[in-house]
């Protein structure tokens, strides 16, 4: 059984630039979440999509947008990169919305804004 | 708002020393609290979680007791293991469930 996975594994891009990240998850699975970790630091709550529609979101700005298919693999897109945007991007899956259930982690997306 | 602030490391032990990680939060209502492990080159990790005030979350030698009366939720482990060597993060529910995480605690276990 696969677990959640993520690519690409690592990208660069440069300022301005726009990026598409990719997860599939846990089989069975239905939520998917993303979340920002800096260097150092622990994970930022970016948003979470339920039923292929975007149901929480943390204090990050419109340049960040994502999606969930029908098949509940989800896709996270940053326009108009700053260099402030580099960092790990983690997905996660569960079932439902709500937190107590656990999450499983993806490896995650290295992200370098040059 | 809500929040968790962990000890800063690195923590740096001898194997089978006792292990100790603080973590303490403000939260409003009652959430749930997790620790979560990174081991290098892995990803994140469901360690442990407590759902209501005096439950202990246990699991590979590792406990931590919801504490409400002093909002903490503090990691141990009896005798540690080169293997424990990792990054463990402490978290809580916060309003509209979302996961709010602290920094991250680095533990190096010496053989």
């Known amino acids: 059984d696969a677990g959640v996975t993520q690519s690409p594994t690592h990208l660069i891009k440069t300022r301005g630039q726009q990026v598409t990240l990719r997860c599939s998850p846990k089989?069975?699975?239905?939520?998917v979440s993303w979340y920002q970790q800096a260097l150092g630091q622990g994970p930022q709550f970016i948003f979470q999509?339920?039923?292929?529609?975007?149901?929480q979101r943390g204090n990050f700005p419109d340049r960040f947008s994502g999606h969930q298919f029908p098949n509940y693999s989800s896709e996270l897109n940053v326009n108009a990169l700053l260099l402030g945007d580099s960092a790990l991007y983690l997905c996660?899956?569960?079932?439902?919305?709500?937190?107590?259930?656990?999450?499983?982690f993806g490896p995650g997306t290295r992200l370098t804004v040059l | 708002g809500n929040s968790v602030t962990q000890m800063e490391g690195p923590v740096t032990l001898s194997e089978e020393a006792f292990l100790t990680i603080n973590c303490t939060y403000t939260?409003?209502?009652?959430?749930?609290l997790f620790w979560y492990v990174q081991y290098p080159g892995e990803g994140l990790q469901l360690l442990l979680k407590?759902?209501?005030a005096d439950d202990k979350g246990s699991n590979k030698g590792f406990e931590a007791t919801y504490r409400k009366e002093t909002t903490s939720f503090h990691l141990e482990k009896g005798s540690v293991q080169v293997s424990d060597s990792a990054v463990y993060f402490c978290?809580?529910?916060?309003?509209?469930?979302?996961?709010?995480w602290g920094a991250g605690t680095k533990l190096i276990i010496k053989p």
């Open positions: 996660a899956s569960g079932t439902g919305t709500g937190f107590n259930n656990e999450q499983f």
């Open positions: 089989s069975g699975h239905d939520t």
């Open positions: 999509y339920y039923e292929e529609e975007e149901r």
């Open positions: 939260a409003t209502g009652y959430p749930s």
């Open positions: 407590a759902t209501k």
């Open positions: 978290a809580l529910t916060g309003s509209n469930y979302q996961l709010i």
